[in-house]
């Protein structure tokens, strides 16, 4: 089943493809506007991007374009606008696809399988990450320690995963929001405080006693295996 988040301002065409896109088996977020958009697809991190040019608040390019900045989501852009010449500016701008109003959900439907294809067809398979007693599984989602599975949060899953990646190493708050929060731009170090707080009660541990998460002063945290 995909996730797939659709940005589109007209009530009734969002209504009638969230309904059709469903049955097909997916599941669907929607927002109306660019910035919520682009606010949802940071948050929920979709498999892709339906995305309407004829947007309120902005352009549907600028908001590709910004969307482009700070993520790889597959987006399939859906237009009126069916010359070459705006068709050739939104696949430079970062589509991978588009489609023309009028069109069915089918072949919408059909886009969406096909982008998906190309996209799995490019990657291999993650494996598994081993961290003393932590396995974590980003392909499955799933974390264990010491053989009893971690009841993880996606943003607390997310957060162990990029600090496993990178164990042994110190990494700072500034590249964990923009990593796991994908905020390049900056945001608030609070954030990334009460997660690694939360995440180190489920890791039965304390900053003031770490066995796996090692805060350095006024650079970052690492992950490491236990002495």
Known sequence: MAHLLLIEDDAAIRTNLLRSLRDRGHAVASSHTAMDGLQTALAERPDLVVLDLGLPDLDGKELLRMLRAVSRVPVIVATARDDEAEIVKVLDAGADDYVVKPFTAAQLDARVRAVLRRGASGRTEPSVIAVGGLRIDPGARTAT?????????????????????????????????????????????????????????????TAQEPRYLHTVRGVGVRLSEPS
């Open 145 to 205: 320690l010491d053989g009893a599975g971690l009841d993880l949060t996606p943003r607390e899953f997310d957060l162990l995963h990029h600090l496993a990646t990178r164990a042994g190493q110190v990494v700072t708050k500034r590249e964990l929001l923009s990593e796991v929060w994908q905020a390049p731009y900056g945001g608030a170090d609070k954030t990334v405080d009460v997660h690694l707080s939360w995440l180190r009660r489920k890791l039965g541990e």
